[in-house]
DNA sequence: ATGACCTAAACATTAGGA
């Protein structure tokens, strides 16, 4: 089965792109980021239409995710990151969908750093860590997948030295990310492809995406379980470069059926 | 070092993005 995330930066603008994607890639499960829409919004009609079930949490503006599943139902399991009853941004969706239990994130980006975003951002990293342990805990197979806001390692952007102050390459961000690694998530695209350079992001800006100037900050990390039952991944490249695209591109991977 | 571009709503300028 095949798992994708895709942050559309605006999904009632990028729904002619996401519906050309669904059709010609056929995911069977999608974790959508940064829907941009409130819940009455959301184009749940054209999504059905093409044959996907979808869960999603809307917010006025910004923000926003959303689980699909194609033919299939989807169960709720909760629309917010447990641990702040304060913070009701809409970044985090987590459903069990095909036998998998699948968490949709939309990191804080944290810009400017330092400062309260930064704070912010690794406020959640700190909740999402805690909640990450007792996924592992359960021994459910589980993938957490969206825009984490991260950029790993320094294999994983353009240009390291012009990110070093960048809340998405700042040491505190990275060694968050390795702490999940250390818990046992494993980043799917990352043991697929242990050297090459990989990005699911390029900057509207500076023709960046002609030019390949990107960065790898849309991860999806696998539980030990499907760890054994990860097959094959990859970044759809060319949908970045169709009209009226996001500046992500979707990621995905490929999971053995039981 | 700066600014380049894109989205949604604050509607024609601003805020946020990364």
Known sequence: MKIATYNVNGINSRLPVLLRWLEETAPDVVCLQEL???????????????????LWQGQKSWNGVAILS???????????????????????????VQGIRVGCLYLPNGNPAPGPKFDYKLAWLERFQVYAANLLKSELPVILAGDYNIIPTETDVYKPERWLSDALFRSESRQAFQTLLNQGWTDALRKLYPQERLYTYWDYFRDAYRRNAGLRIDH????PSLAGRLIAGGVDYPVRGWEKTSDHAPVWVELADV
């Open 70 to 96: 194609r033919n299939t139902s989807i169960q709720e399991v909760c629309r917010l990151l447990p641990g702040d009853a304060e913070d009701l941004q809409s970044r985090y969706l987590e459903a069990q």
């Open 220 to 223: 999806l990390l696998i539980s």
């Open 36 to 54: 941009k829409a409130p819940q009455e919004k959301f184009p749940f009609q054209s999504l059905h239409d093409a044959g996907y079930s979808a």
